[in-house]
């Protein structure tokens, strides 16, 4: 089976990874031919995946097609889905998420709970919307890692938003911020991994740690469960979605953002749990049935950052120490440039103790730098 990815970066390195237990040929389109993917894969295309042209070329003689971001050209998935070639997710689904007003007006038309918003064209629109403050002004499309978000609380703040499409929504008093990730089969079968629970760094906006199975109230669990799993029905398309949500300081949840492929949120699942998110895709691909999503272990993952003040060939300070740890999982993307605040890799660590896995991970996090040479 013929199976192209849009997209080259690090979730579409892992995938290739576990593409290797399979029998299924390989494509990958994205610009830049020294990407995370492109000596993984095993046909590699140099193109834009958000040129109609580009995308429809690459695809039309595949058997089926996967996304790693959702920045994508639709028309063209949507072009060649007509055609018979099988997108996951669906195009319609990936048309929802990639806006980020069609995705809050999705959850209010399923009545999936998510923060009261409203739409906003430009920033001076907001002091039409005073009862929704404090709130989060969200650039519709094109905003990523935080970037396309700014902190509204009083009027004074109003000059920091945008002057284009987004979504103004209400902040939640948030306790935990955690993700799930749902699998979706052809048949409408559903798997849910242990929720994550993130720890952020407030200065990077950036994924400090993350700890998974979240430690949570069981009835939060439950909540989240039944969230998820009522979310990915109303998307109607088989795949894989990671859906980040908010638990607020009464211990009501609500739906942040969903992204509908592979995620930094279940990294941790390639030595935590018994099937990883990238094998789970490649099942729901190739239509076999579900894997097992049960934990192994408790697991922590540590994005491994830039340093300030740092660019150039990577350096990997406190690589050999950081090896040295029992049940740590270094995972480099082998981006051939560092600066600062760019992910270059991650490290998962695995223990039975969430004690000891907090004293891991933050030892982790304090021994490895990437530095330049
Ligand atoms: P991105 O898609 O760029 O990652 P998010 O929508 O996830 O952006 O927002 C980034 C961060 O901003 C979240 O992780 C959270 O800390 C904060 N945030 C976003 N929406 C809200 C909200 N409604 N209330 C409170 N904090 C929010």
Redo the contacts with the bound molecule.
């Keep these: 089976m013929k199976v192209g990815i849009l997209g080259g970066g690090q979730l579409g390195r892992m995938l290739l990874q576990a593409a290797a237990n399979y029998t299924v040929e390989t494509f990958v389109l994205e610009n830049d031919a020294n990407c995370p993917s492109a000596h993984l894969c095993n046909h590699f295309t140099k193109g834009n995946i958000t040129d109609f042209e580009d995308v429809y070329n690459f695809g039309k003689n595949l058997d089926a097609i996967t996304i790693e971001i959702e920045a994508v050209n639709i028309e063209a998935l949507e072009q060649l889905e007509k055609e018979g070639v099988k997108i996951f997710p669906n195009p319609a689904a990936i048309r929802i998420i990639k806006n980020k007003i069609t995705q809050k007006q999705f959850y209010k038309d399923n009545e999936i709970p998510s923060?009261d918003f409203s739409i906003t064209q430009q920033k001076s629109e907001i002091s039409n919307y005073m009862h929704l403050l404090p709130a989060?002004h969200?650039i519709a499309e094109g905003?990523?890692?935080?970037?396309?978000?700014q902190i509204v609380n009083t009027t004074s703040d109003i000059e920091k938003g945008f002057d284009a499409p987004s979504v103004l929504?209400?902040?939640?008093a948030?306790k935990k911020?955690i993700a799930i990730i749902v699998a979706m089969n052809e048949k409408g079968n559903a798997a849910l991994y242990p929720i994550s629970e993130m720890m952020?760094n407030p200065v990077l906006?950036l994924l400090d740690y993350q700890i998974s199975p979240a430690l949570l109230p069981q009835k939060v669990v439950w909540v989240v469960e039944a969230i998820a799993i009522k979310l990915v029905k109303a998307l109607k398309s088989p795949g894989l979605f990671a859906i980040?949500l908010?638990v607020d300081v009464n211990d009501d949840v609500w739906v942040?953002?969903t992204a509908p492929r592979v995620h930094n949120s279940g990294h941790h699942t390639i030595e935590g749990n018994h099937c990883s998110q990238y094998d789970m895709l490649w099942r729901i691909i190739l239509n076999y049935p579900l894997g097992n999503t049960t934990p192994i272990l408790p697991a922590a993952i540590i994005n491994i950052i830039g340093e300030e003040g740092f660019n150039g060939t990577p350096y990997y300070e406190g690589l050999e120490e950081v090896l040295s740890i029992d049940n740590a999982f270094v995972h480099l993307y082998g981006k051939l440039q560092t600066k600062p605040g760019r992910k270059m890799g991650h490290v998962t660590v695995l223990h039975s103790s969430y004690q000891d896995l907090n004293y891991k991970a933050n030892k982790i996090k304090h021994l490895f730098k990437i530095k330049s040479v």
């Design positions: 923060s989060v969200k905003g990523y890692d935080g970037k396309g978000v929504e209400k902040k939640v948030i911020e952020v906006n980040e908010f942040n953002e």
